[in-house]
């Protein structure tokens, strides 16, 4: 069964930066990827999508701080998080499709921004 690995979270200051990254855990051509964060008490909220191609899109509360991108080579997607707020704290996860549509999740890394 494919999996995504996840790394890079932490506890940094506020106004701090991250870089998360994901991998697949074996060769497999991935379509759409993203990453989702969920903090406690709130839903889950699709922060940044990326497509094979390329094209981003952001939410509204990350856009300008947050980057996504990926190397489709080697499977793997990052987001750099620049200008974190404590608002930004949650557990994010990344998700992929490969090209029939089969859903793989990461098991999900701990962001804390705190002084």
């Known amino acids: 069964q494919v999996q995504l690995v996840e790394s890079g979270g932490g506890l940094v200051q506020p106004g701090g930066s991250l870089r998360l990254s994901c991998a697949a855990s074996?060769?497999?051509?991935?379509?759409?990827m993203c990453w989702y964060r969920q903090a406690p008490g709130k839903e889950s909220e699709l922060v940044a999508t990326?497509?094979?191609?390329?094209?981003?899109n952001y939410a509204r509360s990350v856009r300008g701080r947050f980057t996504i991108s990926r190397e489709n080579a080697q499977n793997t997607v990052y987001l750099q998080m620049n200008s974190l707020k404590p608002e930004d704290a949650a557990v994010y996860y990344c998700?992929?499709?490969?090209?029939?549509?089969?859903?793989?999740w990461g098991q999900g890394t701990q962001v804390t921004v705190s002084s």
């Open positions: 998700n992929a499709a490969d090209s029939n549509t089969n859903d793989y």
């Open positions: 074996e060769s497999i051509k991935l379509w759409r």
């Open positions: 990326i497509t094979r191609g390329g094209t981003t």
